[in-house]
């Protein structure tokens, strides 16, 4: 079992910058891949980024990419995403999610991970 907690999330105007932070507890050690989702009202649960256990190898949604890092803090078992160059169509809640299998090879869907934190919210207005 793994246990996420997210923080981070708040109100910020277009073209600011926020962190989430996502900590993992519990088995981490079976963690093989961690990622960032959201999901808008109405609106499906989209990939965000997502980061290989090594902490090395990431990749991004093409609406995010240039603007959000996602990093890895292999001390504290920690995940972070940081925000630059917001734009209202950022506005959703933010899930932290972790998953088992294949270290090697990235995961974009959500139906991949096992473990989701509880949510949270980013509002950017105009």
């Known amino acids: 079992q793994v246990q996420l907690v997210e923080s981070g999330g708040g109100l910020v105007q277009a073209g600011g910058s926020l962190r989430l932070s996502c900590a993992a507890s519990?088995?981490?050690?079976?963690?093989?891949?961690m990622a960032w989702f959201r999901q808008a009202p109405g609106k499906e649960r989209e990939f965000v980024a997502t980061?290989?256990?090594?902490?090395?190898?990431?990749y991004y949604q093409d609406s995010v990419k240039g603007r959000f890092t996602i990093s890895r803090a292999a001390a504290k078992n920690t995940v972070y995403l940081q925000m630059n160059s917001l734009k209202p169509e950022d506005t959703a809640i933010y899930y932290c999610?972790?998953?088992?299998?294949?270290?090697?090879?990235?995961?974009?869907?959500?139906?991949?991970?096992?473990?989701w934190g509880q949510g949270t919210q980013v509002t950017v207005s105009s």
């Open positions: 519990g088995r981490t050690f079976t963690v093989s891949g």
């Open positions: 999610a972790a998953r088992p299998g294949d270290s090697r090879t990235f995961r974009i869907s959500a139906t991949a991970y096992d473990y």
């Open positions: 980061v290989l256990w090594s902490g090395v190898n990431t």
